[in-house]
Each structure stands twice: as C-alpha cells, then as structure tokens.
C-alpha cells in the first residue's frame, strides 16, 4: 500500500494568493514528482526530484516552484495563483534504482477564482 | 513526438463484455518498462503492472490480462467480462532506463462499464 499523502485535497483561493500544496511521503523514496492534470485527462510533468536538493522542471512548463530540503518532503508553491491554475496536481514517488513504479497521492484539486 | 500512444479515446461496454485498451508505445531503448494505471472517479492513480523489454510473457491477474508484443510495440490490456468497478480512466506509461527512467504516459482511455 503506498503511503504518499497530499494535502489539501480540495482548495478554492482567489486571484493573486500564494498557495503550497503539500506532498509527503513515508517510504524513503528518493524519487519525487509533480504532475498537472485536467479531470481525466493526460498527465504532465511539471516538477522532479532526484533526492534532497535536487529539483528539476518538467516537460510542461509551470509558475510552480519546488523545494526538497527532506527526503520525505517535496511541496510545491504557486506564489500568486491565476485561474490557468485551476488543475488538479498529483504527487508521486518512486525509488531511485531501477524502473519502480510510481506511487501516487490522491491528488490536491485547486481552483483558483 | 508522442512516446506513448492511446489512441482510445472512450470506450463504453455493457457489464459482463470483454474490452481490450490499446497501448503503442515508441522507443529506441533496449531496456525499458511499461506500466498500466487506473484512476478511477475519486481521482488517484492506481498501479496495475509493470513489464520489463525482456520479458514478453503474457500475464494474467484475474480478470485483467496484458498482452506484450514487442514486434508492434504494443502493450494492450484486457479486462474480461467487465464490471461497473470497472469504469475509470486508464493509463499507460512507458519508462527508459537511459533516460534516468523517466516516466511518460498516454493520453489516457475512459473505460465506461453500463449495467
């Protein structure tokens, strides 16, 4: 069972607020991510982590900001939130060696009025 | 160019169906790994299976089955004799080890499953 929490699940902020939405997880991965998703639709990568320290952008380009000063810890910051950020973000973590798969949190749903 | 291709968009079967999603996957690798993942209504993804490039051995897990064929670069997934629980959307994913096995997923299928 994965153990990967994210918090908050649902949040609806107004224009111009900073916003982190929080990611945590208890399996000593070193591997962390960021994806931006719409409702059922594709993934994006917008953030990675290789271990503490190690923060890298992703595919999709993004006003987020990342930090992973603990292993376990990897929040993301949107300094003034825009209704283009209206999304639904999912964190994930993964072991460094190998190709193992993916643990996903439940996903923070954000609107942004 | 899109690495991991889902070309079914929706799909929507009566219960009890068989249903097979679809997965391309493009890659010049020769070590590789390919993930199914469900993400039902309440939004989290869930793991399904992982195949590594060497290993083309069909599997079976109860009702859901992975067809791996290298020759196509095809990676499909059967369900059979589909059920409401079923309903959810479905992604498939692809992974390279010398691209520091970073993940890259299809667009995704939404499986609906009608009684």
């Known amino acids: 069972e994965a153990d990967i929490y994210q918090t908050p699940r649902y949040l609806v902020i107004g224009t111009g607020k900073k916003i982190t939405l929080e990611c945590s997880q208890t399996?000593?991965?070193?591997?962390m991510y960021w994806y931006q998703q719409d409702p059922g639709m594709e993934l994006h990568l917008i953030h990675y982590?290789?271990?503490?320290?190690?923060?890298e952008k992703g595919d999709l380009s993004s006003e987020s900001t990342v930090s992973r000063i603990r292993t376990e810890h990897f929040p993301l910051t949107l300094e003034s939130a825009r209704p283009s950020h209206t999304s639904q973000y999912l964190c994930?973590?993964?072991?460094?060696?190998?190709?193992?798969?993916?643990?996903f949190g439940e996903g923070s749903r954000l609107t942004v009025l | 160019a899109q690495k991991v291709t889902q070309a079914q968009t929706e799909i929507s079967v009566v219960e009890k169906e068989d249903v097979t999603l679809d997965c391309v996957y493009e890659t010049r690798d020769t070590t590789y790994y390919l993930f199914w993942y469900k993400q039902p209504p309440s939004g989290e993804l869930v793991f399904l299976i992982r195949?590594?490039?060497?290993?083309?051995q069909n599997e079976i897990s109860g009702r859901y089955s992975w067809n791996f064929q290298k020759s196509t670069s095809s990676f499909n997934f059967t369900i059979t004799a589909s059920q409401v629980v079923d309903s959810a959307v479905y992604f498939c994913?692809?992974?390279?080890?010398?691209?520091?096995?970073?993940?890259?997923f299809g667009s995704g299928t939404k499986l609906n499953v009608k009684p």
């Open positions: 195949r590594n490039s060497f290993d083309e």
């Open positions: 399996m000593g991965h070193d591997k």
């Open positions: 994913a692809l992974s390279e080890v010398d691209n520091f096995n970073k993940f890259y």
């Open positions: 982590s290789y271990g503490v320290n190690s923060t």
């Open positions: 994930a973590s993964s072991r460094l060696a190998g190709a193992g798969e993916l643990f």
